[in-house]
């Protein structure tokens, strides 16, 4: 069966025909690159987009949406069907199949562009593999179009390149060079742009392999009035800052955004760096409480069956001594009174503290961790078994978080144990005492609500300068291995940065989908039922879908992601690696 990414990629091959015509190759060796401006919103150069479908982990996830009952609703609506119908008359009348005829459309170089304008306008230029390919693609769907409902469309020649125009969309090409936009006058422009070009101006160098290439132009979006106002989100809310402020600060700090992607060896490299030019700032923004100089994230805790890990470094503390500076004096004034009046409540359950004191003390190291676990009860097995998770959070002061927190969570488990039954018990690990809190296992509380919660008997424990809590015993004593190991190394031999790069890394994450496989084993059953109630689909439907997304997420290897800040701006790099 024809693959769905493939399906896609053809569609986008198909529309480009659409916008393409017949006409003399021109032999000078300009490229329809040079047909874009300048002046951008966005730029996207493509070369060897084809290869794009010849990714493992792109073949994967081809193979599942062809086969999976969840996408057969796409490809049943009329479009769908239309588009489907095209495509194989140009297979019949071309005598190629889709693989061919996608490689010789989109084997060169593609060009996007978004252009300033009320509304942005779009522009689109290809180089074609083959330069015959256009014009008989041409041909054809002016016979498709003369046989359909509305059976019209405006042919034309402006400067040697053939044009037509259909509904909406315009286009005009010569020989392999095909240009399209929805604005004739755009599309006029591009091809006196590209026939008065140098040859070799402005071209980008083209590539032999995958590559892709983006650039946003921040400092001309910023103009907008809608964007400005966007930006200015969250005007006054402390706590929305501390989770987005960082974030979205990138985009008020620096000029543009340089996107690439390709596939330098066993891996896709996606790269998205914020700069501005020579590397300047347009404003300070939130980097000091992000990550200080001198810091970034720690390493991933990466103890045996992970899932999922990701770690991040944010002072919190710095964030609320700058709180004035952040929402202005009168809003800091009423989060302050919050803060005392909420440390007054916290009293009744042994606090002497505000959740300002709390915070000032957490990080500002951050890690989390999710792993295979087995179950925690020994004469309880839930009916779906739940991977564990651990989180763990660095403390500037332990005896002092200690101090604070020891009254609070002994109220706490007195209040668990007697609306809920909750036992807490200790237990030593090492150096480390655990609190773990188990659900009552009597006949009559197994009677009430799903088993599916004893795959959870949360733990924690404050030791090695930390506060760590899980949902399992055996995966926090799994995690307070890895932290021992760590600590057993010499100065320096834990190297939390990435090699390939100098940058001072502020979030890590890893993410294994051929764990989460695995992890689908033990939720069988829940996720069955879920397509069934909630997708329609057949038990035996459920039970053959299930399958499917095990095999594609055993095929889609490991993907892992850094971002920081170099000497140049802001970086986020994702690398997916195959199996």
């Not at 202005?328 to 005392?340: H, I, P, Q, S």
């Not at 007054?344 to 300002?356: I, L, R, W």
């Not at 500037?396 to 039954?421: A, Y």
């Not at 949902?471 to 600590?487: G, I, M, Q, R």
Request: charged share 25%.
């Amino acid at each position: 069966m024809w693959q769905a990414s493939r399906r896609v990629a053809a569609g986008i091959a198909l529309a480009a025909c659409l916008w393409s015509g017949t006409g003399s190759a021109d032999d000078a060796p300009r490229t329809a690159a040079l047909a874009i401006p300048a002046e951008t919103l966005l730029r996207i150069d493509a070369s060897r987009l084809a290869d794009i479908v010849r990714v493992p982990a792109v073949e994967a996830l081809s193979d599942f949406a062809s086969a999976s009952a969840l996408f057969a609703p796409l490809y049943e609506n009329p479009e769908a069907f239309t588009a489907r119908e095209a495509l194989l008359f140009l297979e019949r009348r071309l005598e190629l199949d889709r693989d061919e005829l996608w490689e010789r459309l989109a084997g060169g170089r593609w060009s996007f562009a978004v252009l300033p304008g009320a509304p942005p306008l779009g522009l689109i230029a290809i180089d074609a593999l083959d330069p015959d390919l256009p014009g008989r693609i041409l041909q054809l769907m002016d016979e498709l179009a003369s046989r359909s409902a509305a059976g019209t469309f405006e042919t034309s020649v402006y400067r040697d390149f053939d044009c037509r125009r259909y509904g909406k969309l315009a286009l005009a090409i010569q020989g392999p060079r095909i240009l399209l936009s929805g604005d004739r006058q755009i599309l006029k422009e591009a091809v006196d742009r590209l026939q008065d070009a140098d040859a070799t101006a402005n071209a980008p160098a083209a590539a032999d392999e995958f590559e892709v290439h983006a650039r946003v132009d921040l400092a001309r979006l910023r103009l907008s009035p809608e964007v400005q106002a966007g930006l200015k989100w969250p005007p006054d809310d402390l706590g929305a800052i501390a989770i987005l402020g960082g974030w979205l600060d990138l985009f008020r700090q620096y000029d543009r955004i340089d996107v690439s992607l390709s596939q330098p060896d066993s891996r896709l490299l996606l790269d998205v760096r914020f700069t501005s030019p020579a590397g300047t700032k347009v404003q300070p923004g939130l980097e000091g409480f992000w990550a200080p100089e001198g810091s970034e994230a720690p390493p991933l805790l990466m103890p045996t069956g992970v899932l999922y890990a990701s770690s991040w470094h944010r002072d919190y503390q710095a964030l609320w001594e700058a709180r004035e500076t952040l929402i202005g004096a009168e809003r800091a004034e009423r989060v302050t009174k919050a803060d005392a009046d909420a440390g007054a409540q916290m009293q009744v359950v042994g606090a002497e503290f505000t959740p300002s004191d709390l915070l000032s003390q957490l990080g500002p190291e951050f890690r989390t961790v999710i792993l295979h676990s087995t179950p925690p009860y020994a004469d309880v097995v839930p009916p779906n078994r739940l991977p564990a998770g651990v989180a763990v959070v660095s403390l500037r002061d332990e005896s002092r978080v200690r101090t604070w927190m020891s009254p609070v969570f002994r109220i706490l488990n007195l209040i668990l144990n007697g609306d809920q039954g909750i036992i807490s018990t200790a237990e030593r690990h090492g150096d480390a005492e655990l609190t773990i809190l188990s659900l009552p296992t009597k006949p009559e509380a197994l009677r009430r609500g799903s088993l599916d919660r004893f795959n959870f008997r949360t733990t924690y424990t404050i030791s090695r300068g930390r506060f760590v809590i899980g949902t399992t015993p055996a995966a926090v004593k799994a995690v307070l291995d890895v932290l021992d190991a760590e600590a057993a190394l010499p100065a320096g031999g834990l190297a939390a940065s990435d090699s390939e790069s100098p940058l001072r890394v502020t979030d890590r994450q890893s993410f294994s989908p051929a764990e989460l496989a695995r992890a689908l084993n033990g939720v069988a059953e829940a996720l069955g039922r879920s397509l069934v109630l909630v997708a329609g689909l057949t038990v035996d439907e459920a039970e053959r879908e299930t399958e499917r997304l095990q095999t594609l997420f055993g095929s889609l290897g490991r993907i892992e992601t850094s971002a920081g800040f170099g000497p140049d701006g802001f970086q986020y790099r994702v690398q997916w690696f195959e199996p």
